[in-house]
Nanobody
């Protein structure tokens, strides 16, 4: 079992930056593909970014590409999401997820382990 805890959310002005962290415990994440998802009120949970075991392969969705960067430190069992050039449309609860495979998926149903989420609010 992997337990995930996200931190780093908060309130930021448009154009600003935030760095989210996802700390894992209970099992090494070196054999887990990791991802960030987000969910805004009234919307479905959507894929933001994913990263493979070794951190060499990453995948981003839509407008996040070029603004967000996912990375991982397996020695610290932590995954990060650096978010730059934030805009109000990025306001959502951001979730960290893990799957016991090296295949990156964009669908939430592909991930067995989830954190509780951290709120990101971007003001205009």
């Amino acid at each position: 079992q992997v337990q995930l805890v996200e931190t780093g959310g908060g309130l930021v002005q448009a154009g600003g930056s935030l760095r989210l962290s996802c700390a894992a415990s209970g099992h090494t994440i070196s054999t887990y593909a990791m991802a960030w998802f987000r969910q805004a009120p009234g919307k479905e949970r959507e894929h933001v970014a994913g990263i493979d075991w070794g951190g060499r392969i990453t995948a981003y969705t839509g407008s996040m590409k070029g603004r967000f960067t996912i990375s991982r430190d397996n020695a610290k069992s932590t995954v990060y999401l650096q978010m730059n050039s934030l805009n109000p449309e990025d306001t959502a609860v951001y979730y960290c997820a893990a799957r016991n495979s090296n295949v990156l998926l964009r669908t939430p149903s592909g991930y067995a382990y989830w954190g509780q989420g951290t709120q990101v609010t971007v003001s205009s």
